[in-house]
């Protein structure tokens, strides 16, 4: 069946860098877009970054432009969020799903990233 499970991540300073991953697997991972997208409590999700299936095309959020990089390596089945100078607005449960925007064909369980000093 299809699963996404996200790993990587944790708890980091104000300023600090995480790399969140989404393992794919029960589909043609090299077929779909995927996206990174992120839930703060009390909070509707927030799409962060989409990516095309082969990995030419992204696009990203205001709130994360030139922070966040995503990227995908379809040889493992794998994509990633590379975060960088991370804010306290920043803490949130992050997935990955499957699609370039609501409403998602697929979506995995999450990491949690929290950024506090």
């Known amino acids: 069946q299809v699963q996404l499970v996200e790993s990587g991540g944790g708890l980091v300073q104000p300023g600090g860098s995480l790399t969140l991953s989404c393992e794919a697997s029960g589909f043609t991972f090299a077929n779909y877009h995927m996206s990174w997208v992120r839930q703060a409590p009390g909070k509707e999700p927030e799409w962060l970054a989409y990516i095309t299936g082969v990995g030419q095309y992204t696009m990203y959020a205001m709130s994360v432009k030139g922070r966040f990089t995503i990227s995908r390596d379809n040889a493992k089945n794998t994509m990633y969020l590379q975060m960088t100078n991370l804010k306290s607005e920043d803490t949130a449960l992050y997935f990955c799903?499957?699609?370039?925007?609501?409403?998602?064909?697929?979506r995995g369980q999450g990491t949690q990233v929290t950024v506090s000093a």
């Open positions: 799903a499957r699609g370039r925007g609501p409403p998602y064909s697929a």
